[in-house]
């Protein structure tokens, strides 16, 4: 009951009741918000869970080879599952002077360091398995000039199929 006082002990005014609701709503919208936040982010690690950097690959990483021509970072995986390529050499490019290399040059580097590094993975020279074939990054301009000389050689299906084990030592006798 009320009186002209204000409300007896344990009864609620319109007004304290509308605050009291308030703040549990505020409370409700909050903890939505961190759910859509919490989820989101579950997401966002979900799809990079595999993603490393270019430059982190070493011999014997498996990976799925990047559509996009400009490469700072690549889906790796275990070589037991689904992947594209497999790194087998990751070396500084020695080639002439100090300019960018021109891909004339580039593919000499090539022929002279990863073929021979395809041998010795593999087991057999790169001639002798049709269905595989050489593949390599290399640094962009700004990055050459900033001192990056890294040229990773990796080995993929012809085909462009996929992998689901390690091709090294898998063609030697």
Not at 109 to 130: K, M, N, W
Not at 147 to 159: E, F, H, K, L, P
């Amino acid at each position: 009951m009320t009186d002209d006082f204000g409300p007896s002990a344990g009864e609620v005014t319109p007004k304290q009741a509308a605050t009291a609701g308030a703040r549990q709503g505020g409370r409700w919208r909050t903890a939505i918000v961190i759910g859509v936040i919490v989820v989101f982010l579950a997401i966002v690690l979900y799809v990079v869970r595999n993603s490393v950097s270019a430059g982190d690959l070493k011999v014997g990483d498996c990976f799925d080879i990047p559509t996009q021509t400009t490469i700072k970072t690549v889906d790796h995986h275990p070589c037991t599952e689904s992947h594209t390529a497999e790194v087998i050499l990751v070396a500084d490019y020695t080639g002439e002077g100090s300019t960018y290399p021109i891909s004339l040059r580039l593919n000499s580097f090539v022929e002279e360091h990863c073929q021979p590094a395809f041998t010795t993975y593999v087991g057999r020279e790169i001639d002798s398995l049709p269905d595989l074939s050489i593949g390599y990054f290399y640094p962009s301009r700004d990055g050459w000039e900033n001192g990056d000389r890294t040229i990773t050689c990796y080995v993929a299906r012809s085909d462009e199929g996929q992998m689901v084990e390690s091709v090294k030592g898998s063609a030697t006798p």
